[in-house]
């Protein structure tokens, strides 16, 4: 068995889990059953394999930033419905 209905216990209660002990002999079951078939994958032969972060080759699309001018406050403040002279005025939120 991979994996102990103590274990199993532990994980619960940090997970704030209140399990029936049925339940908690189920999860165990399943739990050890996934567990059990991720461990066939440590009887593959990966020498020589190199790893991967993910499954395409992918290339940064992202451009360079480069530096502009930016919006003026008066042009900005102009497309609000309510401003101050220096800011949009919001209705207050509390």
Do not use: W
């Amino acid at each position: 068995m991979k994996i102990s209905e103590e274990q199993v216990q532990y994980v619960t209660k940090l997970a704030r889990l209140d399990l029936a002990p049925e339940e908690l002999a189920a999860m165990t079951g399943q739990l050890d059953r996934i567990l059990s078939y991720v461990d066939t994958l440590s009887e593959l032969d990966t020498e020589g394999v190199e790893p991967t972060t993910h499954a395409l080759a992918i290339t940064n699309a992202f451009r360079d930033d480069q530096v502009k001018p930016s919006l003026g406050q008066e042009k900005s403040l102009a497309n609000g419905p309510l401003q101050n002279g220096e800011a949009f005025v919001v209705p207050r939120v509390i």
